[in-house]
Every structure is written in C-alpha cells, then in structure tokens.
C-alpha cells in the first residue's frame, strides 16, 4: 500500500510534497527490498521471536507511513476538489462533504508531515539494515490461478460435499437410525454429542444428520443453534425459541412453552461449556418436550461430550475420512478439468494424504494450494514445508502453511477477518468495504474494486477460508430507519481457520461480545487497531457498565491508532472525531445521523456503514 501511494501521481500533480522529494525516493529504493523477503520473514516470525519483533516494528511504521501518504494525498484531492468547484457543493454526498474542512496553512502542513515523514523514513531504513542478520531469502512469484480452472469452483465444492456425504452415509445411518428409535423408548430426552478434532467435519456430518428426509418428516421442531465459546442458556434459548426476549427468566418459560409436548430435534453446534450447572438448567427446560425428543451437539472436547450426554452410553467420536476418500478431495481440488497420471505423482498423493490425518479441511486446503502449482517441482517443495498433523498441533500446520501460500494482499483480506467473533455471520458485501477501505485491495487496470474485492473473496472461499456462503432475506436491524426486506451473501469462518487470523493479528484486534471477552481485556490491556463489540440481548444497565469499564478504558490511551470501529447493536455516544486515523466506522442509523457531523472531520474515514 505504502509503495503505490508513494508514488500517486496525485503528490506530484498538487505538489503537496515540495521539498520531501529525497525521503520518497528513499521510500521508493527500500520498499522493494522489504517487499522480496516479507513472505520469508512472516513464515520465521511463526517460530523465531527476534524475527517476530522486527516484524512489528515494520507494520507499525507501515501504518504510520501509510497515514502519511494518506494526508498528503487528502491535501491533493482537496485541492483538486476546489479547483473543479465542488467543495461548495453542500449537498453532495459524505465523501464530498469531506473536502469541505477548512485549508491548512501549506507551510504548516508541509513542515508537521514533514517530520512525520522523516521519521517513518529513518525507521524503515534502520528496519532494512537490520535485515541483513536475519538470512532471509527472496520469495518466488506465486502462479495465478487461470480463469478456466476458477469456473469450475462451484462444480468442485459440490463434489467435496458429495464425496464426503459418500464416504460418512453409514455413520449417518447409524445416528438416523438412534433418533427414530428414540420414539419407542421410554426416556423423555436423548442428548448425544458428536465428538472429535477440529476439522474433521463435524458440523457437517450432523447437518446430513439434520437434512435427511426421514429426520424432517419424523421430527415435529428442528432448531440449529452455534453455541461456540460463551455458553449462555439465555442466548441459546433465545435462540432457539427465535425471539428477542430480554428477560431471561421469561425466554426459559418460552422455551418450555414452544417445545412442549412436540418432539423435536435441536442441535447445539460447537460447545465448549465444562459448567454442568449451566447445562443442567437448560436441561431441565429441554425435558419438556414431547416423547422421543433429541438434542445432537458438537464439541471437540471429550470432556464436555461427558457432561452433556444423556440417554445412551457415550458420545459419537466421529470417524477419520477415508484414504480413499480423502484422495479424492485431494485430487478434485488439485486438478481441474485433466487427472494426469503418474507413479510420482501417485506417491505424492500418499504422502498429502498422510499429512490430512483424516481431516476434509486439512484435505481441501491442500488440495486448492496444490491447484496453483505448475509444476512437480513445487508440489514437492510445497510438500517439504508441511508436517504430519498429530494431536496436539491438529491440522493448523496445514491450514497455517494454505495461509502463508496466500498472495500478500489476500493474507491481509483475510487476517482482518479476526475482527468477527467466531460462528459470527458476516455480510461479505461489508466486508469487501472494508477491505476498501483499509486499502487492502490493489488497484486492477479496468475492474472496480468491488470486483477486485469479489474475487479476492471466491478465492479465499475456493481454498476453504471461508465455507457456508450462502444468500438470504432479512430485514433492516429494529433501531435502523430501514425496515425494508434486503438480499444479502454472507458466510462464516471456520473456527480453526479463524485461529489462524487471529494468530497472525494478534492484539490488533478487540472483539467485545459479552461479559467474558470485557474482563480478559481489562486483565490484559491491548492497544487494538480495530474493535468490535456487540451485546444485543443484555441488559441496559451491563451494556452501560460495558461500555464504560472497556471501550473508554480500551480506547482511551490510543485514539490515534484505531482505524476499525463496529458496533453491531447498542451504541454509546463517542466523540468519533477524536479517532484521527480511523478508516472504516460500522453504526446503527440513528447513530449514524447524529456522529454524521463529526465524521466529516476524519480525513482517513472512506466507509460508514448505517
């Protein structure tokens, strides 16, 4: 980023950088050197902890050079703007809005950016000469994937879902068939989790469970509810209950209400919850329903399938994919339209599948970073960088190595995604806006950044980063001013791929969603450059008490450096202005229509999502 805006024909058109001339060029000769080792230095900064520093050091001063060039070229769009007339124009659109704050003095302006400059410049050369020490080696150009393998996408993924629909539809049968034969027995509830490492395609395996025609026509409520890290019985029972029930007495009575005397068949997908009181009380209202009533969970953990199963001996482990069977996601993904043939090849396979460690994910990821290989020497090397998966690493050696295989660009795209709570439904039109607003997108002679962004977003998909891509119907949020019904794509992360962004961000990113997140971060104080919070559903008085003992506190010292604020629900007046280097602000309308006088100060800010 930092690289193409040194050299915006914008700077040198507005000559906003007169006498700055020689700490650009200097930009200009040091980038490109950074720029051939990144991918090397970001694969030792995993491992190596002085490597790990260094790279720190280099976003930071990154981010700053970034905010630099940003100013300047706001000062050269402002002029622009004034000599085409429109910075009178009123009733233009926000973005114009923007050129309307008043001139700096240039002098003023060219001397306080101009130490700025000076000093990102000093650091990023200091950065450069220190590399030297650290042995790193140029990376080779990655090869693009071609246009008629990117067609047949949507063909591949449905042929992942039924090779792996094959390969588990006698561990399916067997579950179906412990439901329905739970009808003549004379327990009034069956709990049984579906237990195993991540990866392995739990979810999935009890989605066939759920979609089967015998189990839909069997059962009179099917409910699914992502239950992930925070167990809280009033979330899931709002949940299923499907309601936005804030007393959390009353939701457990309607829960009751709904569920009694029908049979039904729930699904708590990705539990983590050792609290046996906590399931206990939910238990308890679950035991209202009908005769033969059943709930499935998922959960990695054994220990948690032992609290939660009722009914039957032990919990489900779910088997390993196949050799078999992973071979041949392997090879749906790795080739498009020809299977070659040949012993070498043959022995390679073996050895991917080896590495999969019976995991569809592992074997997808694979499989799509293997597609973009062009020939046997990079399988093979590709091969080298990847590791056995055992049972403490799992498979995030592999999924870790998909990643650093990423272009850059994309690496960015995808990592900011640490953003979202896990199991959280991202709109990917936002998302895509974000990106452009980051600048995490480069500019495609021809194409809009939107289409840049959509791509960018099916390749991510295409090698697994993203799954469960789907369109929908919904309506505007209740304190939004539109109520109206909206189409809109959106997805989710699995939760091992959303390890790996948060890996990589690491305390870049403030996810507040509830009371567990506020005290880890008030016990470890971050400095995050992008923060999210939702609490829809609590009470008034903890959202206040919320705000007030994080978000100030969180923010306080750091203003300069947030660049992401995203609200999802309740909104706490802020002095938005005061965030001089934020770029992309997420609030609910009416929150909107009264911070919309502030924004137009933020000179960064170029996406407000209402």
């Known amino acids: 980023m930092v690289k193409e805006k040194a050299s915006s024909y914008l700077l040198e058109q507005y000559k906003v950088m007169q006498g700055m001339e020689e700490q650009r060029e200097k930009l200009e000769r040091n980038l490109p050197a950074i720029l051939n080792i990144i991918q090397d230095a970001e694969e030792k900064g995993a491992s190596q902890n002085d490597v790990a520093t260094w790279l720190i050091h280099l976003k930071k001063a990154a981010f700053e050079a970034n905010d630099v060039f940003d100013e300047f070229k706001y000062e050269a769009l402002r002029r622009d703007a004034k000599k085409k007339g429109h910075h009178r124009k009123l009733g233009k659109a926000a973005a114009t809005a923007r050129f309307l704050v008043p001139a700096r003095n240039p002098i003023v302006l060219r001397y306080r950016m ?84 991540g990866g392995m395609g739990k979810t999935t395996f009890v989605q066939l469970i759920y979609n089967d025609p015998a189990i839909r026509k069997h059962f009179e409520l099917q409910r699914w509810c992502c239950v992930s890290d925070d167990f809280d019985v009033h979330t899931i029972a709002s949940n299923i209950c499907e309601s936005s029930e804030k007393d959390r007495e009353k939701t457990l009575r309607d829960l009751q209400d709904i569920i009694s005397g029908k049979r039904y068949l729930i699904v708590l997908d990705d539990v983590w919850n050792r609290d046996a009181d906590k399931w206990g009380k939910l238990k308890t209202c679950l035991r209202q329903g009908g005769k033969g009533s059943a709930v499935l969970t998922t959960t990695r953990d054994s220990k948690v399938a032992e609290i939660m199963v009722t009914g039957v001996d032990e919990a489900h482990s779910i088997e390993k994919l196949s050799e078999v069977h992973l071979r041949e996601i392997v090879q749906s993904r790795a080739f498009s339209l020809q299977n070659p043939n040949s012993d070498e090849l043959d022995c390679i396979f073996g050895r991917i599948v080896d590495r999969c460690a019976g995991s569809p994910l592992a074997a997808k990821a694979f499989g799509s970073m293997l597609s973009n290989k062009t020939s046997m020497n990079e399988w093979k090397y590709t091969l080298s960088k990847s590791s056995i998966c055992n049972e403490t690493s799992g498979i995030l050696p592999i999924l870790k190595l998909s990643f650093d295989d990423l272009p850059s660009h994309m690496k960015q795209c995808f990592a900011f995604c640490a953003l979202f709570p896990k199991d959280y439904e991202i709109n990917v039109d936002l998302l895509i806006n974000l990106w452009m607003a980051h600048d995490f997108i480069p500019a495609q002679d021809g194409d809009q950044p939107e289409t840049v962004g959509a791509q960018i977003f099916n390749e991510l998909t295409w090698r697994s980063f993203f799954q469960d ?134 000179q960064h800010l170029s996406f407000q999502w209402t």
């Open 114 to 197: 101009g130490k700025k400059l000076s000093r990102t410049v000093q650091t990023i050369e200091d950065l450069v000469a220190e590399m030297d020490k650290f042995n790193f080696s140029r990376h080779l150009q990655q090869a693009q994937p071609s246009r008629q393998w990117r067609q047949t996408d949507s063909i591949i993924i449905d042929s992942d879902r039924d090779i792996v629909s094959r390969s588990r539809d006698q561990e399916k049968k067997k579950i179906v068939r412990m439901l329905l034969d739970q009808t003549s027995s004379d327990m009034d509830l069956m709990v049984l989790p579906i237990v195993g490492p």
């Open 469 to 602: 891509v789907k369109q929908t119907f919904s309506h505007g949020h209740p304190l939004s001013e539109s109520l109206s019904l909206r189409k809109r794509t959106i997805c989710k992360i699995h939760d091992l791929m959303h390890d790996i962004a948060l890996s990589v961000m690491g305390k870049e990113c403030a996810t507040i969603v509830g009371k567990p997140t506020v005290n880890k971060l008030l016990q470890n104080p971050t400095t995050p450059r992008h923060v999210f919070m939702s609490v829809y559903g609590a009470s008034v008085v903890f959202k206040k008490r919320l705000i007030i003992s994080s978000l100030d506190h969180l923010l306080k010292k750091q203003t300069a450096m947030l660049q992401t604020l995203f609200f999802t629900d309740y909104y706490h007046r802020l002095d938005i202005s005061q965030y001089t280097s934020l770029r992309a602000l997420h609030l609910l309308g009416t929150a909107y229509t009264e911070q919309k006088h502030l924004t137009g100060q933020i």
